[in-house]
Nanobody
Framework: QVQVVESGGGLVQAGGSLRLTCVAS????????MGWYRRVPGKQRELVAT???????NYADSVKGRFTISRDNAKNTAYLEMSSLKPEDTAVYYC??????????????WGQGTQVTVSS
């Protein structure tokens, strides 16, 4: 089974930094895109950043200039470097991977999320 696992969340003071890691494992290959999303209780999940296998990135306006997404294709791993964190960045952060498994079409696989809490 494909697993997507996030790590690196925690509690940080406003202005601080965190690095999130996402690893996709199992029978997944040709991952076209990996992305980070976040959800605050009572709100819909929102895009944070995505990155293609070729390194093309996309960011939500709210995190541009503060967050950086990167990827190691050989390790099926994506990273999210977060700096100048604000209390409004507090959320559960989810990672996804859009890839193939043997005999199946490309599918989107999600992790369970990691909590990021920014104190003021």
């Amino acid at each position: 089974q494909v697993q997507v696992v996030e790590s690196g969340g925690g509690l940080v003071q406003a202005g601080g930094s965190l690095r999130l890691t996402c690893v996709a494992s199992g029978p997944i290959f040709s991952i076209a895109s990996m992305g980070w999303y976040r959800r605050v209780p009572g709100k819909q999940r929102e895009l944070v950043a995505t990155i293609t296998s070729g390194g093309i990135t996309n960011y939500a306006d709210s995190v541009k200039g503060r967050f950086t997404i990167s990827r190691d294709n050989a390790k099926n791993t994506a990273y999210l470097e977060m700096s100048s964190l604000k209390p409004e960045d507090t959320a559960v952060y989810y990672c996804n991977a859009d890839g193939f498994t043997p005999g199946r079409r490309a599918s989107l696989y999600w992790g369970q999320g990691t909590q990021v809490t920014v104190s003021s």
